[in-house]
């Protein structure tokens, strides 16, 4: 009996030894994006909501986020 389980202790540790060798390398094709520069946040003069300063509808000082709080003008 010590016999089967001295032939099963050193099949378990070649086993454990083969596996940690067995590494995956890492995927060099894999890249994270580029992240975006931060962009400035205005809020809409009407509702107050926040949208970046490219997408705001901008009469003179004021910023908005629709044609329709535009045309209804500051709150």
């Known amino acids: 009996m010590t016999k089967y389980l ?3 202790a050193v099949i ?3 086993y454990a030894a083969v596996r940690g060798q067995r590494k995956v390398p890492p995927a060099q094709g ?4 580029a992240q975006q520069p931060p962009q400035q946040m205005v809020a809409c003069a ?4 926040h949208l970046p300063r490219e ?3 901008m009469l003179g000082r ?10 209804k003008g500051p709150a």
């Open 6 to 8: 001295l032939i099963l």
């Open 12 to 14: 378990a540790v070649v």
């Open 46 to 49: 009407h509702c107050g909501v």
């Open 55 to 57: 997408d705001a509808l």
């Open 30 to 33: 894999r890249r994270r994006p």
């Open 62 to 71: 004021d910023a908005y986020c629709c044609a329709a709080h535009r045309d």
